[in-house]
C-alpha cells in the first residue's frame, strides 16, 4: 500500500470548474513524473467529479456520500452515482460534512458495494476507535480547530496522531494545516500512511510548486 497525498479541493474558490481542472492536471503530470512511491489523489466538488476523472489518470475521490439507496432523495449524494461519474473512493464523515455516525455502518457498505476506497475522517481519538471497529480503509484524523490555519496538526498535536496509530488497526491518515515537507516527514514518522490537504495547495500561489514541496516528505 503506498502512501498517500490528498488533495481536497473543498468549495474554495479556486477549487472548482476551469480552475479546479487545472490543479487536478498539475497533480496528474506530477504524479506521472514523481520517483516517489506515493499516491497521490485529487477530491474536487461533486459536481466536477465527471469532468476531472474523465482528464486524469489519478484517483479521483469525492468528498462525501449519504446513507441513501436510489430513490426520492432530494440533493443528495448517491454512491452508484459517484461511481459512475469516475469516482474511485470517498470522504466520509469530514468535520465540515459530518454524519450521524449511527449511519456510518450502512455507508461504508454502500461505499464497498461500488468498490469506493473510503477514507472515514475524525476528529478525535473516541471517535477513531468507534470507526476503527467497523473496518474502513482509512481513518483521516484531523483536529476542526487546526484546519486551514498555518500550523500543522504534526506539530500542534503530535499526540493525536501517534495515539490513533498506536490505538486502531486500520491506517491512518492526518491533514490540518499541512503545508510543508517537514509537516509531511513528521506525519509518516508519527505513523500515519499520509496526509490530506486542502489550503496549502489549493490556495497557494502556485499549486504545482506546493505539490512538489509536500512530496518532497514521502
Ligand atoms: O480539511 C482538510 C483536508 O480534508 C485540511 O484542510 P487544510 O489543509 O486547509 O488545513
Do not use: W
Not at 449519504?66 to 468535520?95: C, F, M, Q, R, Y
Request: charged share 25%; glycine share 8%.
Amino acid at each position: 500500500m503506498k502512501n498517500k497525498l490528498l488533495i481536497n479541493f473543498k468549495n474554495y474558490a479556486q477549487g472548482y470548474g476551469s480552475s479546479g481542472k487545472k490543479i487536478a492536471n498539475t497533480a496528474d503530470n506530477i504524479a506521472r513524473e514523481t520517483d516517489k512511491e506515493v499516491e497521490i489523489v485529487v477530491s474536487p466538488p461533486t459536481a466536477d467529479l465527471r469532468m476531472i476523472s474523465n482528464n486524469v489518470n489519478i484517483p479521483v475521490y469525492c468528498q462525501h456520500i449519504d446513507p441513501i439507496d436510489p430513490g426520492s432523495h432530494t440533493g443528495s449524494t448517491l454512491a452508484e452515482s459517484i461511481k459512475e461519474a469516475g469516482a474511485e473512493g470517498v470522504l466520509i464523515n469530514h468535520s465540515e460534512k459530518e454524519i450521524k455516525l449511527n449511519n456510518l455502518e450502512y455507508i461504508l457498505d454502500r461505499a464497498n458495494e461500488f468498490g469506493l476506497e473510503n477514507i472515514v475522517c475524525v476528529n478525535n481519538l473516541r471517535t477513531a476507535k468507534v470507526v476503527d471497529s467497523l473496518d474502513p480503509d482509512y481513518i483521516a484524523i484531523e483536529p476542526p480547530e487546526l484546519i486551514g490555519g498555518d500550523t500543522s496538526v504534526t506539530s500542534s498535536d503530535p499526540e493525536i496522531i501517534e495515539k490513533t496509530v498506536k490505538k486502531t488497526k486500520t491506517p491512518i491518515l492526518c491533514g490540518a494545516g499541512v503545508s510543508s515537507s517537514k509537516d509531511v516527514s513528521k506525519a509518516l514518522e508519527l505513523g500515519s500512511r499520509g496526509v490530506l490537504v486542502a489550503s496549502g495547495i489549493i490556495k497557494s500561489k502556485n499549486p504545482e510548486i506546493s505539490i512538489k514541496e509536500l512530496l518532497k516528505g514521502f
